[in-house]
């Protein structure tokens, strides 16, 4: 099976940047799909990217658009989020996940890394 391990958090001012890093080991490849979900304390689960290993197809909230670009580099095993323009609303605890295809909430996602928490100050 996949293990997760997302890293890249941190505090950040609104405004600034952030790059995320969802590391996977195991059975990298066994989805085909990496996705990033995020949740804020007392707020459901929020999907904002997903992106298969050979990065042809990509998925973006419309949250997001514009503002956050995923990437994965398969050699590697990692899958990226950029997150630029960032908002105080984007604090939160961010996840990656695994999945048959790139595919938001509605899909199954089946693996989670242990997430990494995202501050952005106003």
């Known amino acids: 099976q996949v293990q997760l391990v997302e890293s890249g958090g941190g505090l950040v001012q609104a405004g600034g940047s952030l790059r995320l890093s969802c590391a996977a080991s195991?059975?990298?490849?066994?989805?085909?799909?990496i996705g990033w979900f995020r949740q804020a304390p007392g707020k459901e689960r929020g999907f904002g990217a997903s992106?298969?290993?050979?990065?042809?197809?990509?998925y973006y909230a419309d949250t997001v658009k514009g503002r956050f670009t995923i990437s994965a580099d398969s050699t590697k095993g990692t899958v990226f989020l950029q997150m630029d323009s960032l908002e105080p609303g984007g604090t939160a605890v961010y996840y990656c996940s695994t999945s048959r295809r790139v595919c938001g909430s509605i899909c199954i996602h089946n693996r989670w890394g242990q997430g990494t928490q995202v501050t952005v100050s106003s």
């Open positions: 195991g059975r990298t490849f066994s989805s085909n799909a």
């Open positions: 992106i298969t290993w050979n990065g042809r197809n990509i």
